[in-house]
């Protein structure tokens, strides 16, 4: 066991990169190429302020990407905990003195770009949890002591988003936790009580939400109450994507790029935009790089020795197949919109950071595949 693990810290630049997932590789880069056509077609066909920012955003974290994954992932191992305080301590800042927007106060200014803590977390929170239960053996995974640390871990940051107020980002952040809790062992019956005792809490929870929040629930159940409205964005999203039809209208032929029917159109649903332009094939073929992306990030944590590196790809492929549903289907209307961005595609840089970073550790797992942590 020593001689393999020590092997695998002596591989030369050249093994690490023949260990490398070009697969994985090659489905992040026709992302990036995708969401940065996309962003130009948000500008109108013009190479504008969203668009210099998302590829030079794109660029900056790809090569960063590239870069970490051939850091040991021991490395990883060992400071997630310390990753997961740093982001703790963002939200933090974040709640008491970060930057408000649109009601809002989520940023932190760290002068070369506005973070958003709440989406480091989603990664963080996947890392804390796989290095906490890495050594932890199935009969002690659900006593009492585990249990209390694990809520407590997934609780603080989830409070802290929610007071933002951020209430989207913080039931996925809930959700990235509660799938590598679910993969770590816990028992189902914890999972029933916590779904029960929800169901139960749910009146009290509902008149605490914000007078926006609420109006989001009832907008998702009909539209046409607010057409003009609260009901505005999701209505335009869903003709646009129907408009787009079998083939779409065209790259640069959308109407929601040229006549702004869809406010926002560069974030959250940058999908509705793409789905207009490249019709019912183009959705399916995001729809294939995203489900081949997903597959190979699990493949590479069920082909790794250490089961760190096994429970974090579970895990952060779990939650890149649950952000994508969830973008998607807030964009068709089948959600209410949370705020949930879609991975590569949407603008903004605290979500493609995150999920870079949560690649890079993917790629460090593939690359040290032989490795065992003790």
């Known amino acids: 066991m020593f001689q393999q693990s020590s092997y695998s810290e002596q591989y030369t630049f050249f093994q690490k990169l023949k260990s490398f997932d070009f697969i994985l590789f090659i489905c992040i880069f026709i992302l990036g190429c995708v969401s940065n056509l996309s962003m130009y077609s948000t500008d109108g066909g013009e190479f504008l302020y969203h668009t210099k920012s998302h590829l030079v955003r794109f660029a900056i974290f790809f090569t960063m990407m590239i870069f970490l994954s051939f850091i040991n992932l021991k490395f990883w191992h060992k400071t997630a905990y310390l990753f997961y305080a740093i982001v703790l301590a963002f939200l933090i800042w974040a709640s008491l003195y970060g930057i408000t927007a649109s009601g809002s106060q989520r940023w932190v200014n760290l002068y070369f770009i506005n973070l958003q803590p709440s989406e480091l977390m989603k990664i963080s929170i996947i890392l804390c949890f796989a290095r906490y239960f890495h050594r932890e053996q199935i009969t002690s995974v659900n006593n009492f002591k585990n249990i209390i640390l694990s809520m407590a871990i997934l609780i603080m940051p989830v409070l802290l988003v929610v007071s933002q107020p951020d209430l989207g980002t913080a039931i996925l952040i809930g959700i990235s936790g509660i799938v590598v809790l679910w993969l770590a062992g816990i028992n189902v019956k914890y999972f029933i009580y916590s779904s029960l005792a929800l169901i139960v809490s749910l009146p009290f929870v509902i008149s605490l939400l914000k007078p926006y929040q609420k109006l989001r629930i009832l907008t998702f159940f009909n539209p046409d109450r607010d057409p003009l409205g609260a009901g505005y964005q999701i209505i335009q999203s869903k003709i646009a994507i129907g408009s787009g ?6 790259f640069l032929k959308g109407t929601q790029s040229y006549l702004d029917f869809l406010p926002e159109k560069h974030t959250d649903f940058i999908f509705t935009l793409f789905s207009e332009e490249q019709g019912f094939v ?12 997903i597959f190979r990030i699990i493949k590479i944590g069920s082909i790794s020795r250490s089961y760190f590196g096994r429970l974090f790809c579970y895990g952060f492929g779990s939650a890149i197949f649950v952000f994508v ?6 964009v068709l209307g089948l959600l209410p919109i949370v705020g949930s961005p879609l991975p590569i595609m949407s603008y903004g840089g605290s979500s493609m950071l995150a999920t870079m970073i949560g690649l890079s550790i993917v790629m460090s797992t593939k690359i040290h595949s032989k490795q065992i942590i003790n």
Do not use: D, R
């Open 282 to 293: 183009g959705s399916i073929f995001l729809l294939i790089i995203y489900a081949v992306l």
């Open 325 to 330: 549903t969830v973008n998607m289907s807030m």
């Open 245 to 250: 039809g079998l083939a779409g209208k065209g």
